[in-house]
Structures are given as structure tokens and as C-alpha cells.
């Protein structure tokens, strides 16, 4: 039988689809807290946001928000708005380590598509030195962001990383298949968002967290960089205590939060010396986004609500 937290995230993502509820929420967003949640509306407001949290010795990844686009305008619109913003943020000064939702670049529309702008976007990326990151969405998406992430390898694209979702009953083949394909990849390990059926996503919290731990440990021992990324505070320490019984630094993990998400434990961890990055996503396309934070945690709904009623 699913967990509370399970059917709290089911009920949250499908009161989420609901067109009503929707734009209920498009119209009051930042009353209710958008701005907890995404650094601004554009570059310009999040770029002093982006400063700070590399002033308090924590890196930055940055999402231009953006999914599931249905066109090639709207595709390469985009993509556009993408590595404008790279530009923007190496020269201001902030590291341009970037995630992407090749939805956003048109998975959906054509994998040709969203191949020729993801590599144009990982040789912008890697031309001022950062990283490119693929981020992992809905399960119909996983084959396409797979096949993206290792054609963009074998083009030479060392910078991209690509992300892991432990609850996906797949997830363990997937791993072996990049260990196998790519020499040393960079992997964000997260549970999962996204509303799945349970013939395609494990049920309880308990099956998450282990499967979530066996992908770390098991990625950690084939030589891949493991970012661990969660907010679940037992199961962080659970991963940094391999980490640490591995004798493992820096170069081998690296720990990531989402921006506005537990900062006192963000503070601890970044003052343990913990190489700690924030997720920090600014655009105007924040509604889908906005939704799974609202799913992941009741806390999240809770700073939403007391924002709503004072």
C-alpha cells in the first residue's frame, strides 16, 4: 500500500494538471511563492542571487526554466534564451554550470532537433569552460535523454552530465548501461518527481531511498563523479557516510539542493566543507517546476498556504 508521503505527491501533481487550479496559480504565482522557490523572472533579478550563494562558497546550477515545448519555434526559442543566458552568467562572473530539460530543446517534437541544439548549447557551455547537464523528466522521456546525453559523449562533450532517478524500476540497467558506454560520467542521482505508475515507479519511500543508495554506491564504485541529491536528511547521511567510508573527496561526489529548499541544512553542510551546489532555476516558465516542489514535501505547501491566508 503507497506511504503518505506517495499519495501526498500523487495528489498534489494531479491537482496540478487540473486547468482550473492552474491558473488560479499562474495568476497569483509570486503571492503564493514563487519567488521561495525560483531566483526571478529573468537573468537580470537572478544574477545577484546567483553571486550571493557563490559569495557563500556554495557553486550554482543554473536552469533557464523551460519544458515540454510542442514546436521548432519554440524549440529553438529556447534554446535561444539558454545560451544567451551562459553568456550572461560568464560574464558577470558565475560559474556556467547549466541544466537542461531536453524538452525544452524539443525531445518531444524531433530527437534530431534536440540533438543539433543541445550540442550547439554544449560547445557554447564548454567553450567558457563550464558543464551542461541533461535533467531527467517523465519516464517516456528517459530512452531520448539517454540516447542524447551518450551521442553528445561520443562527440567529445566531457562537460555534459546527464541525471538518475532511483525511483524508475529501470534506473539499475540504465546505470550499467552509461558505465559501460561512457568513461567516467558525471550522474545526478535524485528519487524522481514526476507522477508514474507503479508498474514503472517502485511504491514506498523505503524502496526510493535504497534503490536511491545502491545507485550511488554502485556508481561511486565504477569510477563515475555521483552527485547526491536530496533533501531527505537520513538518507544524505546515509550517502555521505559511503562517501566518507570510501575514503572518496571532491572529485568523486559532489552533494546538490534545490535553491530555497532547507537552508539551514545547506549551510551546515557547505560549512562542514561539503561540495555542495544549489539548483537554481529563474524564468518565467515556472509553473511545471513550481508544482513538484509543491509535491515533494507538505512543508513546501505549508510556507505556500501561511503566504495565501497570512
Request: glycine share 10%; hydrophobic share 45%; aromatic share 8%.
Amino acid at each position: 500500500m503507497p506511504g503518505f508521503d506517495d499519495l501526498y505527491r500523487r495528489a498534489v501533481l494531479a491537482t496540478a494538471d487540473a486547468r482550473w487550479f492552474r491558473g488560479f496559480v499562474e495568476r497569483n504565482g509570486w503571492r503564493l511563492g514563487v519567488g521561495r522557490f525560483v531566483a526571478g523572472p529573468d537573468l537580470a533579478s537572478a544574477l545577484p542571487k546567483l553571486q550571493a550563494i557563490e559569495a557563500s562558497g556554495k557553486g550554482v546550477i543554473i536552469d533557464v526554466l523551460g519544458e515540454f515545448v510542442t514546436s521548432e519555434e519554440a524549440a529553438r526559442e529556447s534554446a535561444a534564451r539558454v545560451a544567451a543566458a551562459v553568456d550572461g552568467v560568464h560574464g558577470a562572473g558565475v560559474e556556467p554550470y547549466f541544466s537542461v530539460k531536453p524538452t525544452q530543446l524539443g525531445l518531444g517534437v524531433s530527437p534530431d532537433l534536440a540533438l543539433e541544439l543541445a550540442d550547439d548549447l554544449a560547445r557554447r557551455v564548454g567553450v567558457v569552460g563550464g558543464t551542461l547537464c541533461l535533467d531527467m523528466e517523465s519516464s517516456g522521456y528517459v530512452d531520448g535523454t539517454l540516447a542524447l546525453y551518450l551521442e553528445l559523449r561520443r562527440r567529445g562533450h566531457d562537460h555534459v552530465a546527464t541525471v538518475l532517478q532511483s525511483y524508475l524500476r529501470r534506473t539499475p540497467a540504465d546505470l550499467e548501461r552509461l558505465l559501460s558506454a561512457v568513461s567516467r560520467p558525471t550522474l545526478r542521482i535524485v528519487k524522481g518527481a514526476y507522477k508514474e505508475s507503479p508498474d514503472v515507479a517502485l511504491g514506498s519511500k523505503r524502496e526510493v531511498a535504497d534503490a536511491f543508495m545502491a545507485l550511488v554506491a554502485r556508481g561511486l564504485a565504477a569510477g563515475a563523479h555521483v552527485d547526491v541529491a536530496t533533501h531527505d536528511e537520513r538518507l544524505l547521511e546515509r550517502a555521505l557516510a559511503h562517501v566518507d567510508g570510501a575514503g572518496l573527496g571532491p572529485e568523486a561526489y559532489g552533494v546538490q539542493m534545490l535553491y530555497g529548499v532547507r537552508p539551514h541544512l545547506q549551510d551546515r553542510l557547505a560549512a562542514a566543507g561539503r561540495p555542495l551546489r544549489l539548483y537554481v532555476p529563474f524564468g518565467d516558465d515556472w509553473y511545471g517546476y513550481y508544482s513538484r516542489r509543491l509535491a515533494e514535501r507538505p512543508a513546501n505547501l505549508a510556507f505556500v498556504l501561511r503566504g495565501l491566508f497570512g
